[in-house]
Every structure is written in C-alpha cells, then in structure tokens.
Nanobody, 114 residues
Framework: QVQLVESGGGSVQPGGSLRLSCVASGFTFSSYGMSWYRQAPGKERELVAYISIGSSTNYAGSVKGRFTISRDNAKKMVFLEMNSLKPEDTGVYFC????????WGQGTQVTVSS
C-alpha cells in the first residue's frame, strides 16, 4: 500500500532553517509528481511546493526564494529545505502524492517562534 512518512520537523527561531524529508513506498515513485502541503492552526491545508517527475518546481508565493523542494528517485524521497523561517511558517507539514486519489503522510510539526 502507499505510504508516505515525513520527518525533520522541530522548533526553530525566526530566521532559522529546517530540512524536511519524506520517504515513499507502495508506488513507482519516479513516475509521479510530489507535493508538500502545510496546515497552520485554524487554517486550511495549503500547497507549499510541488516537484514534477522531471524535477520542475512550483512554490507558493509566501515561500518562494526561501524554500527548496527536491527529490531523490533512487531513495524514493522528497525533501523540503526551509530557510529564513518566519513565525507564519508554523504548522504541520505533509508530504502528498496523487495516484487514483490523493495520499497524505502523517505530517511533521514545524514551529517557528522566539
């Protein structure tokens, strides 16, 4: 079955950095685009970044220039490098893939606070 397992979240001060990882299994990883979403307390889940099978990328305007999504097809992993973190980046970050429907990982908490 499809499984997505995120890791790398934590608590950092504003201006800090984190690198999130997601390991995938149960599908042909190299054949699908991958996404990172986040959900802040009391808000809807929003798309943060997307990487295509050819490694083309798209970002939400609020993170462009600060976050970088990448993938390693050999390891079946997708990453989100987050720099210059702001308090408004706080939330649960989810790895996601759409096959016949959208699958989600369990999420990893990111807290940016002084």
């Amino acid at each position: 079955q499809v499984q997505l397992v995120e890791s790398g979240g934590g608590s950092v001060q504003p201006g800090g950095s984190l690198r999130l990882s997601c390991v995938a299994s149960g599908f042909t990883f190299s054949s699908y685009g991958m996404s990172w979403y986040r959900q802040a307390p009391g808000k809807e889940r929003e798309l943060v970044a997307y990487i295509s099978i050819g490694s083309s990328t798209n970002y939400a305007g609020s993170v462009k220039g600060r976050f970088t999504i990448s993938r390693d097809n050999a390891k079946k992993m997708v990453f989100l490098e987050m720099n210059s973190l702001k308090p408004e980046d706080t939330g649960v970050y989810f790895c996601s893939v759409t096959l016949s429907w959208r699958y989600w990982g369990q999420g990893t908490q990111v807290t940016v606070s002084s």
